[in-house]
């Protein structure tokens, strides 16, 4: 009686329990619903996927899969291995318990008896998960309790829906999506019979050896197929494990960059979705137009590439592509984030600062010519890329034609320091000072990155407006006023200029295009680096082509090079629509300009505010008529020197230089400081004295032609200095 009674109280307490339990499940939906993958999908502006990018390496998990998209022959081994009783059952197979007790008592062994139901509680419940020390008898029939619950709520097709989408399978692959992506490299709707086999026979063992695993796999197959093929199942075994660290098979690897970047710039969380300003059709596109252009350039030891290409208007990233994937060394290198020399993709901005700073108009000549620039670690000698000189060039023929010495003795007159604060307004990462750089500048001696060069070069096409790039669908940024609009104007005419850069580019080049578009190129010293930059009216487009190990190129330049890419992603771009030159701001003014000797052909030509002439001479002194504007060549204005204590004060000078098209006389030009005597002289060297200052350039017959103010701050001089003593130094020989 007493044990009938304790019976009956066990029934009871059971029945209890279930009932509670029934109330606190979650519910399958729900279940579904909060599931989430270990990778963030990345998706392109219409919502098609780019790349999947893994956000959570506590395990990896793929999608939710409903049974539909399992394949029936691993439905069918999970079943026979696991639970061959589990659409008959109630959540606990009375029988296994049986068996399991009667091997336990006569010695057989131990054998399992949890249902598919039951390792499920575990799955979903963490109390219900086997501790390393195995489960107690009441945590045994807590889970059961909770199966026999699960069984009541959910149907059987849910359950092992479930299953298959929670349990773990090898190492940290979680789900069926994950095995069979991984693993298998296919989708599990595809596994065949061995393949099913072998992925059941890991839920009893997820980590087991290989051998092992083969023959329970064999096992396996041979009960649920009369003829079994186990031949070299171990072999087939090893192979598949070696893929547990693989890419998913269908990693929609379009943009693998883009997305890793994106990802840490919006920060989604494990199984969320994240839409970008990517276009997946022009992604595409751009990927198989320099492979196409690679394949051609292979025999010139060229292996990679990078590609961006910008909305205008927003600054959205409409393709990005980092690496050439397989031709390259180093395909997970982001190429387009890396910095490389720059070479003369920096001149267009070179020459827009001098043209809005009026010291140069398109018309202006410069001498192609031999040049020796002193600097601090001896003579700086630059030299064309033809080791050519072209004489007197028009600053349209210089910039357009990529001459490299007209574009150092323009940078003589914007100064280093002044183009290096501009370059870093536009993003460019330029972390040193002008002095650091010096005149090599103008060449592009700098390190950028393809992305900040092309949208610096968007500041270009938006006449002078910057912006940062965007990542997603939103709204252009406000963009902040950098560059004159008019200059900006001007370089955008002569890089569209097809005569301008026919010396050294030719007529007909991959940077003409049936439409209107503004190009430069760039190569970098030694060939090692390659660029094709330039826009239309609604696109900029970017390439850079080279080596990641930093290797030269043979026989390439930026036309031959990266100028293919360039050209047949512009005209996918505007095979439909054409594109047109920007309107001509209200402060640019056209005129016929004819040169004197025929040193060009007559044109029409463009210039800012009250700089334009219809003859242009080489400017020979003020008898011979019109040359260009006289300015103050260095110091800049709002320049600030310290004094050091420690070197002699007649030892610490200051240069002052004039910039003109051609040398001066002494009598020309002069300066004047703070209001003092006239120095005449192109240059002149200073002693600076603690104070604000105006320095002011002086004409033949005394007049103003520019001014600058600088500020000399530092110690108090240890010696007097007497008033006249720039003028004494001034004066005498220039290494006073």
């Not at 639970?83 to 008959?88: A, K, L, N, P, V």
């Not at 430069?520 to 094709?532: A, F, I, L, Q, V």
């Not at 204005?637 to 004094?643: E, I, P, R």
Request: aromatic share 6%; glycine share 10%; charged share 25%.
């Amino acid at each position: 009686m007493r044990r009938a009674i304790a019976a009956a109280a066990m029934m009871l307490g059971w029945m209890a329990a279930t009932a509670a339990m029934s109330t606190s499940l979650p519910g399958f939906e729900s279940l579904r619903r909060d599931y989430r993958a270990s990778d963030v999908l990345v998706l392109d502006r219409s919502g098609m996927p780019l790349q999947r990018v893994r956000a959570d390496f506590q395990g990896r998990r793929g999608d939710w899969l409903t049974l539909d998209e399992v394949s029936p022959a691993l439905l069918q081994a999970v079943i026979e291995s696991e639970d061959r009783r589990f659409h008959s059952h109630n959540g606990v197979d009375l029988r296994a318990v049986a068996a399991a007790a009667w091997d336990g008592i006569f010695g057989a062994g131990p054998r399992g008896a949890s249902t598919l139901t039951m390792q499920l509680a575990g799955l979903i419940e963490g109390r219900h998960r086997r501790p390393a020390q195995g489960r107690g008898l009441l945590q045994k029939l807590d889970q059961a309790v909770y199966a026999q619950a699960l069984e009541r709520r959910w149907s059987k097709d849910q359950i092992l829906e479930a299953y298959l989408n929670l349990v773990p399978f090898r190492g940290e692959l979680v789900g069926v999506d994950a095995l069979a992506r991984v693993l298998f490299q296919k989708h599990a709707s595809g596994l065949d019979a061995r393949e099913s086999a072998i992925a059941a026979a890991m839920l009893r063992g997820p980590n087991v050896s290989s051998g092992l695993l083969a023959r329970r796999a064999c096992a396996l197959l041979q009960r649920t197929r009369e003829k079994a093929d186990c031949f070299d199942m171990k072999l087939f075994v090893e192979a598949r494990l070696r893929n547990r660290a693989s890419p998913r098979f269908d990693r929609d690897g379009l943009a693998p960059h883009f997305a890793r970047w994106a990802v840490a710039q919006a920060k989604p969380g494990p199984g969320e979705a994240l839409r970008t300003s990517i276009d997946g059709a022009l992604q595409r596109q751009v990927l198989q137009i320099m492979n196409r252009r690679l394949h051609e350039l292979a025999g010139s030891n060229v292996r990679d590439a990078a590609v961006v290409v910008l909305d205008n208007a927003s600054g959205q990233v409409l393709a990005y592509v980092g690496s050439s994937g397989g031709w390259s060394e180093a395909a997970w290198v982001d190429h387009a984030k890396a910095r490389r020399q720059a070479g003369s993709t920096l001149k267009p901005f070179l020459y827009q600062q001098a043209i809005e700073q009026q010291r140069l108009t398109a018309v202006s000549l410069l001498d192609d010519g031999p040049l020796n620039l002193p600097t601090g670690n001896g003579l700086y000698i630059p030299r064309n890329y033809d080791e050519r000189f072209s004489g007197w060039v028009s600053v349209r023929t210089a910039l357009g034609s990529s001459l490299n010495i007209p574009a150092v003795r323009a940078l003589t007159m914007v100064t280093p320091d002044a183009f290096r604060q501009r370059l870093a307004r536009l993003g460019l990462p330029l972390e040193h000072g002008g002095d650091y750089y010096g005149y090599s500048l103008a060449l592009g001696s700098a390190d950028v990155s393809l992305l900040t060069l092309t949208n610096a070069y968007r500041a270009l096409a938006n006449l002078g407006r910057y912006s940062a790039v965007r990542l997603d669908r939103g709204g252009a940024e406000e963009a902040a006023r950098v560059m004159d609009a008019e200059a900006s104007w001007i370089v955008g005419d002569i890089l569209s200029d097809r005569q301008a850069r026919a010396r050294t580019f030719g007529l007909d080049s991959p940077l003409t295009t049936p439409f209107w578009t503004a190009v430069k190129t760039g190569t970098s010293k030694d060939m090692r680096d390659n660029w094709t930059i330039g826009w239309s009216d609604r696109h900029t487009v970017g390439v850079w082509a080279g080596n990641s190990s930093g290797d030269s190129m043979r026989d390439v330049s930026g036309v031959t090079g990266a100028g293919p890419i360039w050209h047949d992603i512009m005209v996918y771009l505007h095979g439909r629509q054409g594109s047109r030159q920007p309107p001509m701001p209200e402060g640019v003014r056209g005129g016929r300009v004819g040169f004197e000797d025929g040193i060009e052909p007559p044109r029409i030509d463009y210039f800012v505010g009250d700089t334009a002439l219809a003859q242009v001479r080489r400017a020979r002194g003020s008898q011979d008529g019109w040359q260009a504007p006289i300015r103050i060549a260095a110091p800049q204005d709002g320049t600030v020197l310290a004094l050091d204590p420690d070197i002699p004060p007649r030892n610490q000078r200051v240069v002052f230089r004039a910039s003109a098209a051609a040398p001066l006389s002494r009598e020309e030009v002069g300066w004047r400081i703070d209001g003092g005597e006239a120095v005449q002289g192109q240059e002149m060297l200073w002693l600076p004295r603690p104070g604000r200052h105006r320095v002011e350039l002086l004409g033949k017959e005394g007049e103003v032609l520019d001014s600058v103010t600088l500020t000399v701050r530092g110690a108090v001089l240890a010696a007097p200095v007497r008033e006249g003593d720039y003028l004494d130094c001034a004066a005498s020989t220039p290494s006073c």
